[in-house]
Structure formats: structure tokens, C-alpha cells
């Protein structure tokens, strides 16, 4: 090497151990936006994610605070303590369960709504990062997030996604060579990596019944980018049987064009 010529730096990270670091930094600016939202409302991160839970969730019966606990990856004690200050807050109603007179069922009250339609914003800073990103960009990090989350609920380190990679309306590559390679059941239309979703209201498991691919099936062959079959749902403008008729289909088919959470 001549003289003067500066030494490289020394790698001393693995590549996983990089994407970490570049996590933890979009992680610091997220705590830091909900803690500083949140403050500016009187409730902890905590708090402002039960609001949140509680306005998405789609059981009729209504949510308990056990899974309300699950969903946020806190211990039920944790969850027990700020469901009573949101119900002191006069946000939040607990109502008897109706179907175990022993358990309780929680309701947002008038005022809960409006706080939870403003806790489920997202921190604005992130969303302007993510919305400079080239799209092909963005349609990659949301397909290694998909991978990512769906490894770490495995393993029991996330509470389950309602991800279109373990729904049963979900047909991976059904379209190969077309910019939405992907095909959605429920809309009956087909959606790219870009518009794959980890919370979908309308999801439902797949592998519950013999007509739906296993769980493990689906990711194969969203991985490996084979269609199911030859013949897959939704081609020639036909849906398979079974797929529900809902006033809500048109709420995916919406939610698909303007988000992909
Ligand atoms: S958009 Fe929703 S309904 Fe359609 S495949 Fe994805 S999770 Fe399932």
C-alpha cells in the first residue's frame, strides 16, 4: 500500500447486526413520537395502545383485557393497571361479558373514540421517510418486514399479525411477471408486494379447512414465487367458492390503494 493511503475502517458487524442498528434508529424516532403524542394527552404509550386495540378489534363479542395484553406483548398486570386509569380517564367502559359472566369485555366510551382515531396516527416523521423511499424500495423493506414479523411471531416474540401471508384469501404469485404478481380472494383482485398486508381486518387463517393451503405451503410458495396452481382463484375475473360477500370488501379493495399496513 503507497504511504498516506488512508486504512479502510474495519467491518466489525455482521450485515444482520447493520439492519439492527438501522431498526433501532427508525425505533428511537417512533418512541420518541408516542411518547411525545401521547404526553401531550395526559396517556402513556401504554395506554394510547390499548385505545388503539380496542378500536380495531372486529370480535363481536368484544375484547377481553387478557387478549388486549396479548396484543400489545404486556403482562396482564400491566394491562390490568391502565385499563382502570382509561377507565378513570372516562375513555374506556368495561362491560360484563356476555357469554362468561365472569370476565369483562372492553368498550371505548364517545370520548375514547376520538382519542383512539388520533393514537392510531402514525408518527409523521416516519411516514415522510418511507414515502421518499423509491416505491420499488418500499415493496422490498415491506417484504422482508413481512418475513421479519412472521419469524418473530413464530417464536413467540410478537402477538399473531393478521398478515396476508397466513390468510386464506391469499393466492402468492398467481400473476407471475406482472407488476402485482399476487392475488387477494377477498377482493378478488391482484396486489403487489407493496400492498401486502400485516394487519387486515378482513384476514382469516389459512389451513383452517381442507380447502386452504397450510400456513407453511403459503409462505413456500410466496418465497420460492410458484403459483399454488395452475389454475389459481381469480383468473378469467372468477372467484373460487367460499369467498364471503361483504360490504367490507370494498373497505380492503380502498385500504389497498392508500396504506399497506
Ligand atoms: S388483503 Fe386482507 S383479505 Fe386480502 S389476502 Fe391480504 S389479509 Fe387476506
Known sequence: MPPNTPTPPAIDTTPAQRVVAGLSKVALVFRHAQWAASGE????PTQAQILAVVAGNREPRG???KAVAAQIAVTMGTASEAVGALVEKGLLRKEPDQSDGR???LTLTARGKREAA??????????EAVDAMPESERATLLRGLVGM??????RGMVPTARMCVECRFFRPNE???TPKPHHCQFIDAPI???DLRLDCAEMEPTGNDADTPTRARLWEVFVNGQPLDQHGPGRNGRAR???RASMSRRAVSESLKGTSS
Open 63 to 65: 375484547v377481553g383485557v
Open 118 to 127: 388520533r393514537t392510531t396516527e402514525w408518527p409523521g416523521a416516519i411516514v
Open 41 to 44: 394527552r395526559g396517556l402513556t
Open 149 to 154: 414479523v412472521r419469524t418473530m411471531q413464530e
Open 175 to 177: 400473476h407471475p411477471g
Open 192 to 194: 403487489g408486494d407493496a
Open 103 to 105: 370476565a369483562v369485555v
Open 241 to 243: 367458492p367460499g369467498v
